[in-house]
């Protein structure tokens, strides 16, 4: 009888992925990953040592696809201006698309050292939303901006995905507050 093939971390998290994408995170479980996997609970144990441990996993792998995703849509803006207006669209587009995993970026995270989390995806994120305020503001280390920019992606995109807008919508607040926002980090 041939023998299973090595269970890899590449693969638990991509059904992990599949899972959560379905299901949301009630549903990523270690027993139905291992299901899906065709293996025991305990071999999922080898790779990540619960479920806390997983669920960083998948939100270091979307603060990677959402980094990767930002610095794709902002490469081809023709300003600096352009490129936060461009990066801004494709957070909402991929908080839109993977909410479950989306929702997973701002959960608290298990204690990293400093130089697992300078190395960590979330750092990469972060780093990328720096440099593209930098690039704006003028300064490369503007965190007050930075983070400016940030909450008010978020808020749109929980405010959004909550439904709290209602039946009339945003009425173009996104666009409205984006402007207002970039103008005011332009003239600084």
Do not use: C
């Not at 990540?48 to 998948?58: H, Y």
């Not at 959402?66 to 587009?93: C, E, F, I, N, P």
Request: hydrophobic content about 45%; cysteine-free.
């Amino acid at each position: 009888m041939p023998q299973p093939a090595k269970l890899s971390r590449e693969q638990i998290l991509d059904t992990a992925l599949t899972l959560l994408e379905s299901g949301g995170p009630e549903a990523l479980t270690m027993r139905p990953l291992a299901e899906q996997l065709q293996v025991r609970p305990s071999s999922l144990y080898r790779h990540f040592p619960g479920r806390e441990t997983l669920l960083d996993a998948m939100s270091d792998l979307a603060a990677a696809q959402l980094d990767r995703q930002l610095q794709k849509a902002a490469g081809s803006a023709t300003s600096a201006r352009a490129a936060l207006v461009q990066a801004a669209q494709q957070y909402l587009d991929y908080a839109r698309q993977h909410p479950h995993l989306y929702a997973l970026l701002l959960q608290p995270a298990a204690p990293r050292s400093a130089e697992a989390l300078a190395q960590s995806a979330g750092k990469q994120l972060w780093n990328t939303l720096l440099a593209l305020v930098g690039r704006l503001s003028g300064n490369p280390d503007d965190t007050g901006w930075a983070v400016a920019y940030w909450t008010f992606l978020h808020g749109y995109a929980e405010l959004e995905r909550s439904g709290l807008f209602g039946a009339s919508g945003p009425a173009g607040g996104f666009e409205l507050g984006l402007d207002a926002l970039l103008g005011s980090m332009e003239r600084r």
